[in-house]
């Protein structure tokens, strides 16, 4: 069975459902859009469960699963040479857990989705087209194929925040596309250059495939990105160039200080499931792309410029959290402090030992549903007000009690509690990185030691809003009619967050369920690094 | 002899172009150019295309000029005034700065000529040694006659073409009553 | 003895004058005209060059087309002119700036 | 009874710390429904139960552990474990045996409270995380119950979190704690890196890594890697950092007073007995990690910390806080005791301290209750916690009195209770390690002393202030009120705290009152050797010394607060009552009196003011930079993007200028270029 | 006289043996006739003859060219003066298919105007004057064709005449046109001088380029590219666009974006290809300030773009700055390697088509092409605002759309002449081109953003031509297929 294709073409068939349906139905379209998302994310769970955790993956095709191919575009371009561009899906260790949180994302989001009044089908069709993006850009092992699914997420997007999105929402949403677009656009030069320096061993045409890009002897020896030749584009080595530009195209995504702006407006601007998927499922994409493109094609920058790398991260961390607690708007502030924990899967990657990229792999996949989590509680604060000012709200333990658990438990699992998920990426992108300096990576200690006290931080913001919004006696901006209107959260909203924060806490304990299947792909890919140190 | 007449024409070219430049009146200016055409066509004829310059003075002063001085007849007689604008903005371009504009593309020029007096092409020279020159026994009529019909006969059916399009065109363009 | 020089310079001053013409003239008529001093400075070219080509005569027969091709586009020009005419009742280009970046 | 003796103690050690969490699963579900908080209670008894099976079974035996794989991560297994041997079972027995009590007192103490169901769900899971920590074998595991008892504490602080102070306490209590978690992570990091686990077998275990690692050359090498010595101080320091934020230590000693906010019954518990003793169990856990210096420092720190806090006691009015002052200055000889290299004695000061501190929180939490009654009966307003109110409740609440002094004295180290045999091992320690040093070294044990006779000083104050005299309040209500006096606590309430009370006396520890050395739980720690001499004059003179001592200052205290002759009672009074006083008196006073007074409430100041407000001054610090991180942010960062972005658009706009519609100005644009061109690319 | 007369028969055997190759050609001339025929006796009676006439020649030419297509013709004709090869059969192809839905669209926007005969026969001779265009060699054709090509677009703009804007577009286009034209013709005069043949690819005519003197032919050369920049309107050439492009009708300007360039473009790329072969100063010259004018154009045309407020108006600056992109491609254009040069010229043709169809059917309803006036506009007709919005997603260059490819296959062949020469200037081509999509995205998204971003502010009706709509869509969904399997129409090429 194409299981892999099925994951990512399944939204398509949906936005053609969706978009067939006559606007008389309009009421059925998201239970069209939650059926095919539930199937989805029950396709992603049985690769989950067949999926074999001893496999390495990473530059080696065999060690991938559920691997799909089938040529795509075949052309002879004269002395370009021949175009060869193949259909290939696979997944292994470091994909696959993303491609899960993407399914349960998903599904977090339409269920966040589910009051929205304004031309549901146009959303519900984008939202699908997103879905089949995302599923893309985790399953694609050919670059042409992931560029594409890259830059096909981004129209959705922008309607998305532009449409159903708050008042500055053309701002955003433009501002949100420019920034990727700007990565991506030289993303694509260096594609090219890299299509040129590569030959497909079999059959002697340069490829868009990515793991033939990561091996080395693919490479022509005099072409702009050969190991062999040292090829400079003004002056700096030219594979340096191609590294630096691929970090800073999928940098952008994660995002790091100071390319992170955009975030924070689109955050702010974005209606809650737009949010959610931003926050969960499109920062873990920069991650990815840095693990899977940037170090495993560049693999001998990637051990160059670590230190870099790890500076950016701290800086993150530690940016990121200073601004979240300065914050007055409470879905800004958790906009920020996404940057922050975003740093810390950037600190971890740049460590470049196993403890640190698994950490960070599990830091992203904790984060995804944690601040999936922490953007649905806004939203139900915003749904019922359409304020998310700190300060307009006092004392809301009284009124809504559950709500407050909700949130006090998403808080604490997200500054790092033990037991809880975010705990154990953090903990270990900290331990990672500072083991690196024995290892050899170049990663110096004081980093790991700076960027703990991003985790201090965090406590710090995230009590602080605790105790200003939730804590102390009542009082609201609104007054009376506030009161009435804020009800504690009823049994959708609870039917959303209670999985959400249970696997949460799930992965706080069992860290394995994502660590088993990680193994081998980190060890791999540290080792397949170590040889460039 | 030949070389006084050659400089007499082109005094009389450039010197009527720059007058006619600077006339105020229209009509006059249009008079002037008559001349600069015909000083033109006598240049031509120390080119030795005689025919070049018959067909210049009947194509031109027949027919172009005669154009313009209609256009002006069958419309209305404020377009004979100066239509200079003494009150111009930076950006209105006044003169000067079309003389400097001027001046500068002549002085590239000039230099461009006089560096390449310096080295006459290859192929002028092989004409020269050649023979192959035009001198001014040669029936110009005949030659230019056969060539059309021969090397250069897909242009010259194109643009007969080419002129029944500008035929139809100018007509249409110009018809004052639309028909609906 | 007129040199090929003596041809040049006269129309590098008879382009230049045209030139000048068009930048300058506030009148369409006037800038027709000067397109066709251009065009005759190009002509006096191909024909001073044209006296070395007898094999070919490609001077010669370029200019004839030239003129031809002058006379076809003054006659359409003109035409386009006077619509403008009709529609703005000036021929001063400087007043006919109805589209432009606003 | 016999067969549940032969289960192994791997068992009845997990199901002790299961029986807590269970508990807490079931509040949590049933939420409101269940105030009763009976379920709370079972589990703790049964933790009790199965607590003292595996003490009995493991106590003076061999060391037990078992583990099971938890997770692969990279190259390296996680593994989750108990490990049972005599420190942790002495932990595990601790534990609930000061829980039980609690829990039991609680049920009256806390009746009728609104929000009690979520009391008993947070006190189960602090009891839970508590007994998990003791009894984990991997400092990771640690590091989770660690944290997890620290939240528990957040959330039994911020009880009444309608209370603004209470919220904030809490807050800060986290916050500061934290800090001690970020030490503890980066010992974590130090460790794994260097011996490539944290299992605690492992690493201090028979033979562990730990012994088989030495310095040389200046490079710390273990068996698997080696770096800069520099890092095995950092490292211990890190775990110091951890357990001076966990057990109040100078300078991070802050939040401890503010999180009396939470209930008392709370405060007992946790911010006494238990949870702030956890990090001198970290501490003697990781012992053999210290090196000379770190050692040093401990000492330091603790000897400053019982002084400071000791001092700050003397000057307080809010029962509450006087005992929470008295908490840091103990936790600080405890401190002092591991620094020295005796952390049996800290950990046997740990445990009588647990008790008899307990038992003053819960006595003073009777009196509060008692209060409160009595303040919502005769309708004043009127701190209940306040000192100055009370007075002569002795008549009032005669058990109370008694338990309380049996409490006091055990606190100022009388003999024949527990207190005494702790703290005397921890100060003749203290004296034979100075010897051993060096003369310099002297200024801890004597400051040691001096902090002993002040502890005596502060706790009779509070004793004679509350229970002797008059009861002042009376005086405005005699009238009104006679009909409702206060009365002695209820039998739940009192029931507890006579077993505490029990537990304060000598024989719970040792048959004889006078020498810790013959104590089963110091011989059942079994430190081989000190490193030091011990000298057999100090056993005589030191706790004679503490023993004059204190008498005197109680005499001095009764004097002044039962007789009411407090020399400094009035502001210009107090000079005129001087003047009457012989001149050695004046001088005493002069240096001892007035002078400590007035030190402790400069220390107190400096407290509030300096090193508290240094945490506000932090706070500041670092919310001022997070509103520059804002400001560039919103100007420099986003401005640079917007700058570009109008940069951009001028640039079109310029462009545009040649767009004016007149065609003369574009056909010079464009000749212009063409001619610039031209100059350009024939000329350059 | 008498030395040649033995030789005229072969010459007229020569002659008559070319015309074959000439068939799509002479058709569209006699279709011409036809038309012109038509549209003076028989429209009167049925208003669709010279229409019907039109589309059956360009349907037959189209159809004689497939033949030549499919038999892969290479021949050179009439002395010279035509070359035919499949990249020019090729981009003969394209250019007749979007001159038939340009006619379709002439019919269907203005059939109630004034009579159309003519204009078919002005388009018709455009069409010729591309076609030769894209066969020629011979500076004298390529005069004649360009003059054929501007005159007729200076007619067809200025055709309706209704309202001031478009009198006045085609006075400035004429003029401004006229101007350019005569420019070149100095420049093909000195060209001519340096070489004494008329013939670009001539050997001669190469080696009369190498040994010209340096300044005099940096002016020919600069002349000669200010004929071609105006008819591809690159910078700074591209002044009158804007103008021209707004005040025409749209259907004309539709026509103007799109099809001259597809034949100048084969025409320099050609150009380039016979004469950057060799490296002399005339050579780098030329390459150097193609570059640079590339380099220009992409910025000027999309720093422009920004600001507009008219569709029409935007769309001349985003064919500005696509000109630039052409011109990339066209450098590095090599003998014999046309697909991806024609594939991007195919698209870009789709798209300007579908883009102006788009605009013209919400002109027909609005009666103004200000983007402002498309407020809210998305909901009321979402399924044209979506192909919109596709289409301009292609314009930008996003996947998965055939935009995407085009400049993809643009940027490798760039690369892979950088991978090979390491010139700076080509890796500025680069970073410039894809910096200029980032800019491209901030106009081209007004439309949609306006569309439904916005809320509604006026009245629409929503009515729209079905054919044309059709055709529209039909364009768009090409782009996407396109965008997806683009070797359908690569391996054709």
Redesign the interface.
């Known amino acids: 069975m194409p299981i892999l294709s099925l994951l990512i073409f399944l939204p398509l068939l949906a936005t053609a459902f969706i978009l067939a349906l006559p606007t008389r139905y309009k009421s059925s379209y998201k239970y069209i859009a939650l059926a095919f998302t539930v199937v989805q994310f029950v396709l992603a769970g049985i690769c989950y469960a067949h999926f074999d955790a001893s496999q390495p993956g990473v530059q080696d095709l065999g060690g991938y699963q559920f691997v799909e191919q089938l040529p795509?575009?075949?052309?002879?371009?004269?002395?370009?040479g021949k175009?060869e561009i193949d259909y290939l899906v696979g997944i292994d260790g470091i994909s696959m857990p993303l491609l899960l949180l993407s399914a349960f994302v998903m599904l977090m989001a339409i269920g966040a989705s589910w009051n929205i009044q304004k031309?549901p089908k146009?959303y519900f069709a984008l939202l699908m087209v997103l879905n089949m993006a995302v599923m893309g850009i985790f399953c694609a092992l050919d670059f042409f194929l992931f560029?594409?699914f890259?830059?096909?997420m981004?129209?959705p997007l922008?309607?998305l925040i532009?449409?159903w999105g708050g008042a500055r929402?053309?701002y955003a949403?433009?501002k949100f596309?420019?920034y990727t677009?700007?990565g991506s656009?030289?993303m694509?030069?260096i594609i090219?250059?890299l299509?040129?320096s590569v030959i497909n061993p079999l059959t002697g045409a340069h490829t868009f495939n990515m793991i033939y890009m990561m091996n080395p002897q693919n490479y022509l020896g005099d072409?702009?990105f050969g190991w062999d030749g040292y090829q400079e584009?003004?002056g700096i080595s030219a594979r340096l160039v191609g590294f630096v530009v691929l970090f800073f195209a999928f940098a952008i995504k994660v995002p790091i200080v100071p390319l992170h702006t955009w975030l924070p407006d689109a955050h702010v601007e974005a209606p809650t499931p737009v949010s959610i998927i931003l926050a969960g499922i499109l920062l873990k994409i920069g991650g990815y792309g840095i693990i899977r493109i940037c170090y495993s094609i560049f693999p001998d920058m990637a051990a160059l410029s670590n230190w870099w790398l790890g500076l950016i991260g701290v800086i993150s961390i530690i940016y990121g959290a200073l601004n979240a607690l300065a914050q007055k708007d409470l879905k800004r502030m958790i906009a920020y402090s996404s940057v922050s924990h975003m740093g810390f899967v950037l600190l971890g990657i740049a460590s470049l030992t196993a403890e640190g990229i698994s950490g960070a792999m599990f830091q992203m996949i904790s984060h995804g549903f944690l601040s999936a989590a922490l953007f649905f509680l806004v939203g139900v604060v915003y749904d019922r007000v359409h304020d998310r000012n700190i300060y307009s709200f006092r004392g809301l333990a009284q009124l809504m009690p559950k709500y407050t658990g909700y949130v006090a438990v998403a808080f604490f699992a997200s500054l790092g509690l033990p037991g809880f998920s975010a705990f154990i990426g953090e903990a270990f992108v900290i331990i990672g990185s500072f083991n690196a300096a024995s290892v050899g990576t170049g990663l110096p200690r004081w980093m790991a030691i700076a960027g703990s006290i991003g985790i201090l931080l965090s406590a710090a913001y995230f009590l602080w809003t605790l105790q200003r919004m939730f804590f102390g006696q009542i009082r609201l901006k609104g007054g009376e009619s506030w009161a009435n209107e804020l009800n504690d959260i009823n049994s959708r909203e609870q039917l959303i967050l209670f999985p959400t924060l249970a696997l949460a806490l799930l992965l706080g304990v069992m860290p394995s369920l994502i660590f088993n299947n990680l193994n081998a792909s980190v060890l791999n890919l540290v080792s397949f690094i170590q040889q460039f140190i | 002899m030949e070389i006084i007449l050659f400089y007499a024409f082109a005094v009389l070219a450039i010197g009527s172009a720059l007058l006619l430049v600077n006339l105020k009146n229209i009509a006059r200016a249009l008079f002037l150019f008559f001349i600069v055409l015909f000083a033109m066509a006598g240049l031509y004829l120390f080119a030795l295309a005689d025919f070049v310059a018959i067909t210049q003075i009947m194509v031109y002063v027949g027919g172009v000029l005669i154009l313009m001085l209609f256009a002006f007849m069958l419309s209305n007689k404020e377009l004979l005034k100066d239509l200079q604008d003494s009150s111009g903005s930076f950006l209105s371009m006044p003169k000067w700065q079309a003389i400097v504009l001027t001046l500068g593309f002549l002085t590239?020029?000039i230099?461009?000529?006089n560096?390449?007096q310096?080295?006459i092409?290859?192929?002028?020279l092989q004409?020269r040694q050649n023979n192959t020159e035009i001198i001014p026994t040669d029936?110009n009529i005949?030659?230019i006659g056969?060539r059309f019909m021969?090397?250069?006969?897909?242009?010259f059916e194109?643009?007969s073409?080419?002129l029944?399009?500008?035929l139809?065109?100018?007509s249409?363009?110009s018809r004052k009553e639309?028909?609906? | 003895m007129i040199t090929?020089t003596h041809f040049?310079v006269v129309?590098a001053c008879i382009?230049c004058i045209?030139l000048y013409t068009?930048l300058s003239k506030k009148n369409?008529i006037m800038?027709?005209v000067?397109?066709e001093l251009?065009?005759n400075?190009?002509?006096l070219?191909?024909v001073?060059?044209g006296k070395?080509?007898k094999v070919?005569y490609?001077?010669q027969?370029?200019a004839l087309?030239?003129i031809v091709?002058?006379a076809?586009?003054v006659a359409?020009?003109l035409?386009?002119?006077l619509?403008?005419y009709?529609?703005?009742k000036t021929i001063n280009?400087d007043q006919?700036?109805?589209?432009?970046?606003? | 009874m016999n067969q549940l003796a032969h289960i192994s103690p791997i068992y009845t050690a997990l199901l002790t710390v299961a029986a807590p969490l269970v508990a807490f699963l079931y509040q949590a579900l049933v939420g409101k429904r269940d105030q009763s908080g009976i379920i709370s209670l079972l589990g703790i008894v049964c933790s009790f139960i199965f607590a003292a099976l595996t003490w009995l079974t493991i106590w003076n035996h061999p060391v037990v552990s078992a583990q099971l794989t938890w997770f692969t991560i990279g190259a390296s297994t996680f593994k989750v474990g108990i490990l049972l041997n005599n420190l942790s079972v002495l932990m595990l027995l601790l534990v609930p045996t000061v829980a039980l009590p609690v829990h039991i007192y609680s049920r009256a103490y806390m009746k009728g409270d609104p929000g009690v169901h979520r009391y008993w769900m947070y006190l189960s899971l602090f009891c839970f995380a508590m007994l998990g920590l003791v009894i984990m074998d991997s400092l990771l595991l640690m590091y989770i119950f660690w944290e997890l008892v620290g939240f528990a504490s957040y959330l039994l602080i911020g009880f009444w979190f309608t209370r603004e102070t209470a919220v904030q306490a809490n807050k800060k209590a986290f916050l500061v704690n934290r800090i001690g978690d970020l030490g503890f992570l980066i010992g974590l990091a130090i460790i794994f890196t260097q011996f490539k686990t944290l299992n605690l077998v492992d690493l201090f275990g028979e033979a562990g890594l730990i012994y088989q690692s030495a310095v040389t050359n200046g490079q710390w090498v273990s068996p698997v890697n080696s770096m800069d010595q520099i890092w095995l101080t950092i490292a211990g320091l890190a775990f110091f950092l951890a357990a001076m934020a966990k057990s109040a230590q100078f300078p991070l000693h802050v939040w401890l007073p503010d999180a009396m906010e939470g209930p008392t019954s709370v405060s007992s518990l946790i911010h006494a007995a238990t949870m702030v003793a956890a990090g001198v169990f970290l501490l003697a856990t990781v012992f053999p990690l210290f090196n000379e210096s770190t050692l040093l420092f401990i000492a330091t720190i603790g000897t400053i910390t019982a002084a400071s806090a000791a001092y700050f006691a003397l000057g307080q009015y809010d029962i509450k806080r006087i005992l929470a002052f008295s908490t840091i200055s103990q936790l600080g000889f405890m401190m002092v005791g591991i620094g020295i290299g005796t952390w049996d004695a800290a950990l046997f000061h740990l445990v009588t301290h647990a008790f008899f501190k307990c038992l003053l929180f819960l006595s003073a939490g009777a009196i509060i209750h008692e209060m409160t009654h009595f303040k919502v009966h005769s309708q004043l307003d009127f701190d209940p916690q306040d000192l100055r109110n009370m007075g002569g409740l002795r008549k009032y609440m005669p058990k109370t009195f008694m338990l309380m002094s049996i409490a006091s004295l055990a606190l100022a180290g009388f003999p024949l209770t527990s207190g005494y045999l702790s703290k005397d091992s921890i100060v003749i320690s203290a004296y034979e390690w100075a010897q051993s040093k060096g003369d310099f070294y002297l200024l801890i044990p004597i400051i040691l002393v001096i902090v002993s006779i002040l502890t005596a000083f502060y706790i009779g104050r509070l004793i004679f202030k509350a229970f002797f005299g008059d009861f002042r309040i009376m005086d405005q209500v005699r009238d009104k009120l006679l009909d409702a006096p206060l009365h002695e606590a209820s039998k739940t309430m009192l029931i507890p705290m006579f077993l505490l009370g029990l537990c304060c006396l000598f024989p719970v520890f040792s048959l004889n009152p006078f020498s810790y050395h013959d104590s089963w739980l110091m011989d059942g720690l079994l430190l081989d050797e000190y490193t030091f001499a011990p000298s057999h004059n100090a056993h005589v003179i030191i706790p004679l010394l503490l023993l004059i001592g204190s008498a005197v200052s109680w005499i001095i205290g009764w004097k002044w607060y039962v007789q009411q002759k407090y020399p400094l009672n009035a502001n210009s009074l107090s000079l005129k009552a001087a003047f009457n006083q012989a001149y050695i008196n004046e001088l005493y006073q002069w240096i001892f009196v007035d002078g400590a007074l007035k030190l402790a409430r400069f220390c107190y100041w400096f407290d509030r003011y300096v090193v508290d407000s240094l945490v506000a001054f932090i706070q500041f610090i670092v919310l001022s930079l997070s509103r520059l991180s804002v400001w560039m942010d919103k100007h420099i960062v986003d401005g640079f993007v917007n700058a570009v972005a109008s940069v951009?658009?001028w640039?079109?706009?310029q462009?545009?200028l040649?767009?004016n519609?007149k065609?003369q100005t574009?056909?010079y644009?464009?000749f212009l270029?063409?001619l610039l061109?031209?100059i350009y690319?024939?000329f350059f | 006289?008498l030395a040649?007369s033995p030789y005229?028969s072969s010459?007229?055997d020569q002659?008559i043996g070319s015309i074959p190759y000439f068939k799509p050609e002479l058709t569209l001339?006699i279709t011409?006739i036809g038309a012109?025929i038509a549209s003076l006796f028989c429209d009167r009676y049925w208003d669709k003859t010279s229409f019907t006439i039109t589309i059956a020649g360009l349907l037959l030419s189209g159809c004689y060219l497939l033949g030549q297509g499919l038999s892969h013709v290479e021949m050179v004709g009439?002395?010279d003066?035509?070359h035919i090869d499949t990249f020019a059969t090729s981009a003969r192809l394209i250019i007749l298919l979007s001159t038939l839905l340009i006619t379709i669209f002439i019919q269907q926007r203005h059939q109630h105007?004034?009579?159309l005969g003519?204009l078919y026969?002005?388009l018709l001779?455009a069409t010729?004057?591309l076609n030769?265009l894209t066969m020629s060699s011979n500076?004298?054709?390529i005069?004649?064709?360009v003059?054929?090509v501007?005159?007729?677009s200076?007619?067809m703009v200025?055709?309706f005449?209704s309202?001031?804007?478009q009198?006045?577009?085609?006075?400035?286009y004429?003029?401004?046109g006229?101007?350019c034209?005569?420019?070149m013709?100095?420049g093909?005069?000195?060209l001519?001088?340096?070489?004494?043949?008329?013939n670009f690819d001539a050997q001669?005519h190469i080696?009369?380029l190498v040994?010209?003197?340096?300044?005099?032919i940096?002016?020919a050369l600069?002349f000669l590219l200010?004929g071609i920049g105006f008819k591809l309107s690159f910078?700074?050439?591209h002044?009158?666009s804007?103008?021209?492009y707004?005040?025409a009708p749209t259907v004309i300007t539709t026509y103007l974006a799109t099809v001259p360039k597809i034949a100048v473009v084969v025409l320099l790329s050609k150009l380039l290809a016979a004469w950057l072969a060799v490296s002399f100063y005339f050579s780098d010259?030329l390459a150097?300030?193609i570059i640079?004018i590339a380099i220009t154009t992409m910025?000027?045309g999309n720093?422009?773009?920004?600001?507009?407020?008219?569709a029409k108006?935007m769309m001349a600056y985003s064919s500005i700055g696509h000109t630039g992109i052409l011109l990339m491609a066209v450098l590095v254009y090599?003998n014999?390697?046309s697909?991806?040069l024609l594939f991007y010229l195919a698209i870009y043709a789709l798209m300007n088509i579908a883009v102006f169809i788009f605009i013209d059917s919400l002109e027909s309803n609005l009666g103004n092409t200000s983007i402002e006036s498309y407020k809210g506009l998305g909901?009321q007709s979402?399924v044209l605002f979506t192909a919109f919005s596709i289409v301009l997603?292609a314009l930008i260059g996003?996947?998965?759309t055939a935009g995407?490819v085009g400049?993809?296959?643009i940027?490798?062949?760039v690369?892979?002449q950088?991978?090979n020469f390491q010139s700076?200037g080509l890796?500025a081509l680069?970073?410039v081109g894809?910096?200029t999509?980032?800019?491209s995205?901030?106009y081209y998204?007004k439309i949609?953003?306006n569309a439904?971003?916005?809320d509604s502010v006026g009245q629409y009706t929503g009515k729209s031509n079905p054919l044309l709509l059709g055709i529209g869509l039909l364009c768009t969904l090409l782009v996407v297929l396109l965008g997806l399997?683009?070797?359908v129409l690569?391996?054709a090429f």
Do not use: C
């Open positions: 795509w575009i075949r052309l002879d371009l004269g002395s370009i175009l031309s146009g560029y594409l890259y830059e096909v981004l129209l922008y309607f532009g449409i929402r053309e949403a433009i596309f420019l677009l700007f656009v030289f694509l030069l090219v250059g299509y040129f072409s702009i584009i003004l | 590239l020029m230099l461009g000529i560096e390449w310096q080295s092409p290859t192929w002028i004409a029936n005949q030659q056969l021969t090397f250069y006969v897909l242009p194109i643009i073409v080419f029944m399009m500008a139809i065109g100018a249409h363009l639309r028909n609906r | 090929l040049l129309s382009f045209g068009v369409a800038i027709l000067g397109i251009m065009i400075a190009s002509i070219n191909f001073a060059f070395y080509d070919s490609g001077g027969i370029f087309f030239a091709l002058a076809a586009a359409v020009g035409a386009l002119v619509n403008v009709r529609h703005y280009p006919i700036n109805e589209l432009k970046d606003k | 951009t658009y640039t079109g706009n462009v545009r040649v767009q519609g065609l574009a056909l644009s464009v270029f063409v061109g031209l690319l024939i | 006289m040649f005229i010459l007229i002659i001339i011409f012109i009439f002395f003066m035509i105007d004034r009579p003519d026969a002005v001779t010729l004057g030769l500076w004298l054709m005069f004649i064709s003059e054929t501007s005159i007729s200076y007619i200025g055709y005449s309202n001031k804007a009198s006045e577009a085609a006075m400035k004429v003029l401004f006229s101007i034209a005569a420019v013709l100095y093909l005069s000195l001519y001088g340096f070489t004494g043949n008329l001669s080696a009369g040994e010209a003197p340096k300044l005099m940096s002016i600069l200010t910078f700074p050439f002044v009158w804007p103008d021209v707004q005040g010259f150097y300030a640079i910025l000027i720093l422009a773009a920004l600001r507009q407020q008219d108006r090599q014999n390697e697909n991806v909901k979402p997603i996003l996947p998965p995407f400049k993809l296959l940027f490798s062949k690369f892979e950088y991978q700076f890796l680069l970073i894809a910096l999509s980032v800019i995205l901030f998204f949609p953003l439904f971003l916005k399997f683009p070797d690569l391996s």
